[in-house]
């Protein structure tokens, strides 16, 4: 029989989570944070009690039973999280939300074999966190002149970022920056108010130290970065 918590929350999307480890939490408690319905779910009742005051439910089961995760409803939900170490019930799991119909699944894997068994299998997207973290922590290591870098998706980002010396002196529309380096400029950073001004006028002639908010590519920006080194 399952155990189930229920708490209120806005509902935006729907989220299910198999998997109650640090990763699996982590997703349950930020998805939750933002107001979006998010059902957990562990055979673990430890696991299932730590999320159980975030999670809109939270159930202790059997993930690699189809009828149990069909009896729980969620047919219409948006995104199914296997957040899984043991790669038999992963790939149970991920079968299983497609059979149920769950348009968008993600996968974890601990290695580049999972990885590629999920991918072969159906994942719509396999991440492997110590991986993409060990990636991530080193980029932002050898950051020069980027003072604060959002991904917004795998292959762009929101950045702030220190001008380069070929810029200043130049207006902004001379730059032709959205041609050259696809960069959308979104603000500058006042450096005596440290207040960052959303809005910047074309005309505005580049000043040594100005630090623009801008999206772009985060390979590009990070190229660029990396060609301003001395």
């Not at 439910?57 to 690699?64: L, M």
């Not at 500058?188 to 580049?206: A, F, H, M, S, W």
């Not at 908010?213 to 080194?229: H, W």
């Amino acid at each position: 029989m399952e155990k189930s918590y229920w708490v209120n929350s806005m509902k935006k999307k729907q989220f299910v989570v198999l998997g109650l480890g640090v990763f699996g939490e982590t997703i349950v408690k930020t998805l939750s944070d933002y107001g979006h319905t998010v059902i957990a779910i562990d055979n673990n009742e430890e696991h299932v009690e730590n999320v159980a005051e975030y999670a809109t439910r939270a159930i202790i089961g059997d993930v690699t039973d189809e009828e149990f995760l069909r009896e729980l409803g969620i047919e219409e939900f948006d995104v199914g999280i296997v957040a899984i170490n043991h790669l038999e019930e992963s790939l149970l799991a991920v079968i299983n939300l497609k059979e149920i119909g769950i348009p968008y699944i993600i996968a974890k894997a601990k290695n580049e074999r999972f990885q590629s068994i999920l991918e072969n299998l159906g994942a719509t997207r396999v991440i492997r966190p110590e991986k993409e973290m060990g990636v991530r922590i080193a980029r932002q290591l050898l950051r020069k002149n980027i003072a604060d870098l959002v991904e917004i998706d795998d292959n762009n980002c929101i950045v702030e970022m220190s001008v380069p010396v070929s810029w200043v002196g130049h207006k902004i529309i001379n730059l032709n920056l959205r041609h050259k380096y696809n960069i959308n400029l979104l603000g500058k950073r006042n450096l005596n108010t440290n207040v960052l001004e959303l809005g910047i006028d074309p005309q505005y002639v580049i000043k040594q130290n100005d630090r623009f908010l801008m999206v772009a590519e985060t390979k590009k920006i990070e190229d660029l970065d990396f060609s301003l080194r001395v």
